[in-house]
């Protein structure tokens, strides 16, 4: 058991030296985090509309027939698995330039009713961890949706290999009883 301990005050002693306290950090993401007001629009420009650390993002690909997920770690970056398994953390454009993405909106999970991105710090520090790390991707077993379950899990051998899934185990982790996923066009 000394091992877990040292383990995680090794971690914890890196997180200090990269963010400042575990207080400190908060306040820093709660500053930055983007809120708006209630609306009945579905679909927010970058101006009014970012997604929380730690939020599970997609975006359609194939014309709407599958999707790409990432977690969302703020200043318009997303971590992903790509296809040819490496964890990478890319810009907007990147997140979203597949040879089939018909539309660049982005779907971010919000509090029903109040039009707040929902974030999951575990989600967002999960996903740093694993940065330059590589998987054995497969389109079916082993893909983006797996790896962002993994990011909100800690289970990254799970079966999280759809979409559908992927949304239970985000909704599970912030134990919010009803998301509603909306469009953020970033890029007006």
Known sequence: MGWISDWFIK????FIEKHGSIPEYFEKKRKNSSTIASSNILEYSSQQFEPAYGSLVYTELGFGLAEHSGIYIGNKQIIDLDGAGRIKK????????NISTFNYEIYVPCYDGENTPIGYYQAGWNAEQKLAESRSYNLLFDNCHQFSAGCITGDFENNSNFLTFLKDDFQRAVRVDKIVWRKWNWKN
């Open 11 to 14: 971690k914890e002693s890196e």
């Open 90 to 97: 890319r810009s907007l454009s990147e997140f979203t330039s």
